[in-house]
């Protein structure tokens, strides 16, 4: 298994934007699957967006056209640019990965490595 550290958390006020970054070390990342969820209070933790392995990328239709997910697999990290922020957005990020077999999943029981969390807040 990978291990994750996020960062790039903070606090940003509505229409801003945020870059995250989750750094991996052990295993081959460029084989992995790279997702990012969240889990806002009191709300189950929800699929945000997702790297495959083979290249292509998957967003949740709530933050489709307002985020950008991308991996750079020599400095295996995978990015989350979040542009057009918005309160509701605001929640705890977390890094997951799974080793790719190219079957869709994006459910967080489907992965096995997770970062501790980056916290995201958009106020006024």
């Known amino acids: 298994q990978v291990q994750l550290v996020e960062s790039g958390g903070g606090l940003v006020q509505p229409g801003g934007s945020l870059r995250l970054s989750c750094v991996a070390s052990g295993g081959s990342f460029s084989n992995y699957d790279m997702g990012w969820f969240r889990q806002a209070p009191g709300k189950e933790r929800e699929f945000v967006t997702i790297?495959?392995?083979?290249?292509?990328?998957s967003y949740a239709v709530s933050v489709k056209g307002r985020f950008t997910i991308s991996r750079d697999n020599a400095k295996k990290t995978v990015y989350l640019q979040m542009n057009s922020l918005k309160p509701g957005d605001t929640a705890i990020y977390y890094c997951?990965?799974?080793?790719?077999?190219?079957?869709?999943?994006?459910?967080?029981?489907?992965?096995?490595?997770w970062g501790r969390g980056t916290q995201v807040t958009i106020s006024s």
């Open positions: 997951a990965a799974r080793f790719g077999d190219y079957i869709v999943r994006t459910s967080p029981a489907d992965f096995g490595s």
């Open positions: 790297a495959w392995s083979g290249g292509s990328t």
